[in-house]
């Protein structure tokens, strides 16, 4: 199960670029808000696959992938799998020039 659609039991979270190492343009130096989808109907490992954990002592939620199982943190809770994260539209991400003068913004 990859996809929206085949999400059991969604739910959102907001994480921030830096947290998940999600690279965005140099030029955006603070932090930009994600918007996560995660299916907690998901609670088993997968390699390589981003998961939703509650580390032991921790009521905090931290997303990480991992490559093998013995890689998890010991007393880590798996409580989802990310399905999918949106990057908001930021004005950095503006083409510059399309080629067409029609359409650059550097014509008009």
Wanted: a negative charge; glycine letters at 6%.
């Amino acid at each position: 199960m990859s996809t929206v659609h085949e999400t059991e039991d969604p739910v959102a979270l907001i994480a921030d670029h830096q947290s998940m190492g999600v690279l965005l343009p140099e030029a955006i130096k603070d932090p930009v808000d994600l918007v996560v989808l995660c299916d907690r109907a998901r609670r088993n490992f997968s390699e390589r696959k981003f998961l939703v954990l509650r580390l032991e002592g921790s009521d905090v939620v931290t997303i990480r992938a991992f490559e093998n199982k013995g890689d998890v943190p010991g007393g880590a809770e798996i409580l989802g799998h990310v399905t999918l994260v949106q990057i908001p539209w930021l004005p950095s991400m503006q083409k510059k020039k399309s080629g067409f003068m029609e359409e650059d913004t550097l014509f008009n």
